[in-house]
């Protein structure tokens, strides 16, 4: 008696599985890239975090603070440009000209840029914190 082929395996994740050779999140060119010109920009308080296995958002989410809207518009900018300077494909930008929060999505990288009082507010960093649980996946029927 023949075994009936085995099943293909479904994949419920939207990203392949991290190759074993690849760089932690936080050390990808990407992050580097992004934290680099954070750096440069003088963005204060700049936090990387891991999210892999937590989420199929991105891999990492960085978070920084400026010191002013200006300052907040003008960092948002230079990480833009050093995004598309490195090759990157062009990261999607929310929340000018206001200037409060601005969030930039770029792709494998989530960048958020706040002023100070906004940042606070939101407190980014507890409710991704390490202890925080991985996304619920969706039960098979």
Not at 7 to 23: F, G, V
Not at 63 to 79: E, F, L, N, P, W
Not at 101 to 128: C, M, S, T
Request: contains cysteine; neutral net charge.
């Amino acid at each position: 008696m023949q075994d009936a082929p085995a099943a293909p395996k479904r994949s419920r994740a939207k990203r392949a599985p991290p190759d074993a050779a690849a760089p932690p999140p936080l050390e990808s060119v990407l992050a580097k890239t992004v934290i680099t010109s954070l750096e440069d920009a003088k963005a204060e308080d700049i936090v990387g975090i891991d999210l892999m296995g937590r989420t199929t958002l991105a891999d990492v989410m960085i978070v920084a603070t400026g010191r002013s809207s200006t300052h907040v518009g003008a960092i948002a900018d230079k990480v833009v440009k050093a995004c598309r300077d490195a090759g990157f494909k062009p990261p999607r930008i929310e929340g000018q000209p206001v200037n409060d929060w601005v969030l930039i999505d770029a792709g494998d990288a989530i960048v958020h840029i706040f002023r100070p009082e906004i940042r606070q507010f939101y407190n980014l960093e507890k409710l991704w914190s390490a202890d925080r649980p991985a996304e619920p996946r969706a039960l098979s029927h």
